[in-house]
């Protein structure tokens, strides 16, 4: 942690939590192709205020209130944290809902997050979820299972690439000792004339064939 994840109070940097997921991503593909910086616990400490604006949207035009503008600091990265945004303290969140849409807003959770103590109890907490009446968002598990599919489908198509690389290989081979065989018949004739046996001949052949296979 860069810093206390908890509310500063009005005026201040609001601190936040970033998405591991989302950071490996950036790390793996984005950073690298724009020549940007990684990120990583170890350099949280040292990165700058980030500007942020508060009850806007790009895709909601009509959002009401006042739009509030701040700034915010990354002191964590967490597994927990939204995927695709940033993730706040309960505080802050509380505060601005009660500021931007009143009470009933600040005191009401529109999603909560559970963390089992073994995957053996997972289907009995989903029941009992179920049993409430409140939705599941199984996101992370379906998109893990997705990622694992994906992984078995390219380890499948590059065990089909190898199979038909070593089948051509086999295919060449096999035609040029073919065309070897078939361009030493005379000398096959002479050795044996000079007393060679066929299994002199083949381990012959079969030995050339060897070192052209390996080569």
């Not at 706040?88 to 997050?113: D, H, I, M, T």
């Not at 046996?197 to 296979?213: I, K, P, W």
Request: glycine share 8%; proline share 6%.
């Amino acid at each position: 942690m860069a810093g206390e994840f908890a509310d500063p109070g009005p005026g201040r940097p609001i601190p936040v939590m970033i998405s591991r997921e989302m950071v490996e991503i950036y790390n793996a593909s984005f950073a690298p192709a724009r020549g940007l910086p990684r990120i990583s616990e170890q350099v949280l400490p040292f990165m700058p205020l980030f500007p942020l604006t508060l009850n806007d949207s790009f895709v909601k035009r009509d959002a009401a209130g006042p739009k509030i503008r701040t700034y915010m600091k990354i002191v964590g990265i967490s597994h927990w944290a939204m995927m695709a945004g940033i993730t706040v303290p309960l505080g802050v969140a509380q505060r601005l809902n009660r500021k931007l849409a009143g009470e009933l807003a600040a005191s009401r959770y529109s999603a909560a997050v559970v963390e089992v103590a073994s995957p053996s109890m997972l289907a009995s907490v989903q029941q009992r979820v179920r049993d409430m009446g409140l939705d599941i968002d199984l996101g992370r598990q379906r998109m893990a299972e997705r990622l694992g599919m994906l992984i078995m489908l390219v380890t499948l198509g590059f065990g089909l690439v190898s199979l038909v690389m070593v089948a051509l290989a086999a295919v060449s081979i096999s035609h040029t000792l073919f065309m070897i065989i078939s361009e030493r018949r005379r000398e096959i004739g002479l050795m044996r004339a000079l007393g060679a046996t066929r299994r002199d001949v083949a381990v012959t052949f079969l030995s050339e064939s060897a070192v052209v296979e390996l080569v």
